[in-house]
């Protein structure tokens, strides 16, 4: 409130301020300050102006905030705009008339006036009204630049809190979908080979470890992605054994790029689930990463057949992809999966290139 009263206070001496000087130089180049009544007249005058107009657009300030005039329709505010400006006009220009007459400052016109009070209000309150009319229409295109200012810096706040709030959401939903799957591979293993079962427990430790780590996180380097999947694979690897195969074929150039985390362990996951588990005799799963001209490209090829409902995005790994794509990225970023070959599925990835 201090900050808001104390522009205003400067904007007022700008203002009128400004006003004193451009009516001295004119006064100084009509020559209206050769003799020292001449001088006196004009600083009378000007004074009295300048006074009358601060005071009097500071009680138009107070009238238009007590009446809330700036929250009302653009309609309302431009019909008690003109109301209030010739209202004030015609109050500045009664009261300056008089303080003129009462110390002898009218000038020559306006002793021409004085047998008709009516002409000589009226030029007072055309005056007036000219400046009480640029005086209220700065004011209220100042407060309407800045009420749409904060509109926009609020509707960003807005945006930014639901992207945050989806991002969480979907994260919150991401780890229990992988724990579920994750437990259902070593319940698998639990009678067939405890010890091994044992062993994928310490895998699914390292997986959720590093998983807790980047939940807080938009992105994470691709290097610390991998990680994850290596992991991961290396659980699927306890239950499907010689079935799966893992190749990665990772540009180093491409392990500092940030991505979503959790992201690619996703895809992995959806290509195990929906295509190496389908196949009598396993597949390949590949994970490649690299650059195509500004993007950067992360694709995760399975063996198996592109299931239609998996193509229109009804599984729950592909909407979250394709969700926070979008989020963190707009249109920026794509995403896509298709069938390559009779049997060669892949899910790809485009990022455009942090620098």
């Known amino acids: 409130m201090w900050m808001a ?20 130089f004119f006064a100084y180049s009509f020559d209206q300050l050769n003799t020292r009544e001449q001088f006196f007249q004009v600083f009378g005058r000007l004074g009295i102006y300048v006074i009358l107009g601060l005071v009097l657009s500071h009680i138009m300030r107070s009238v238009i905030l007590s009446v809330d005039l700036l929250q009302k329709k653009l309609e309302k505010q431009f019909f008690y705009f003109l109301l209030i400006t010739l209202i004030f006009s015609v109050i500045g220009s009664l009261i300056f008339m008089q303080v003129l007459q009462n110390y002898n400052l009218l000038n020559k016109r306006e ?25 209220n229409l700065i004011y209220f295109i100042y407060h309407y630049v800045t009420k749409s200012r904060k509109q926009q810096l609020d509707t960003l706040r807005l945006e930014s809190m639901v992207k945050e709030l989806e991002l969480k959401t979907i994260k919150a939903h991401i780890n229990p979908h992988f724990i579920f799957n994750s437990l259902n591979s070593i319940r698998a293993l639990v009678d067939e080979n405890p010890q091994r ?20 996180l938009e992105t994470v380097p691709l290097e610390r992605e991998l990680g994850i999947i290596k992991d991961y694979l290396a659980l699927e690897n306890m239950r499907f ?23 690619l362990q996703t895809l992995v996951e959806n290509a195990i ?14 994970v490649i990463s690299d650059f195509t001209g500004d ?33 963190l990225y707009g249109a920026k970023a794509t995403f896509e999966i298709k069938q390559i070959n009779g049997s060669l599925v892949e899910a790809r990835v485009r990022i455009p290139v942090q620098p």
């Not at 104390?6 to 400004?18: N, V």
């Not at 002793?111 to 640029?134: D, M, P, R, T």
Request: proline residues 2%.
């Open 111 to 135: 002793h021409e006036f004085l047998s008709n009070k009516v002409l000589l209000i009226a030029s007072g309150v055309f005056n007036f009204f000219v400046y009480f009319f640029i005086w």
């Open 197 to 216: 079962a044992r062993e994928a427990v310490t895998e699914l430790s390292n997986i959720l470890r590093s998983s807790m780590q980047t939940e807080k």
């Open 295 to 327: 993007y950067h490209e992360l694709v995760i090829q399975n063996t198996g057949q592109l299931d239609s409902r998996v193509s229109n995005e009804e599984g729950f790994g592909l909407s979250s992809t394709t969700n926070r794509l979008s989020l």
């Open 273 to 286: 689930k929906h295509g190496i588990s389908q196949q009598i005799n396993g597949g390949v799963v590949k």
């Open 241 to 263: 054994e010689d079935r799966l195969k893992v190749e990665y074929e990772i540009d180093e150039d491409t392990l500092n790029q940030p991505v979503p985390p959790m992201m």
């Open 5 to 24: 009263n104390s522009r205003y206070w400067l904007f007022q001496a700008i203002g009128w301020g400004g006003f004193t000087l451009i009516s001295i």
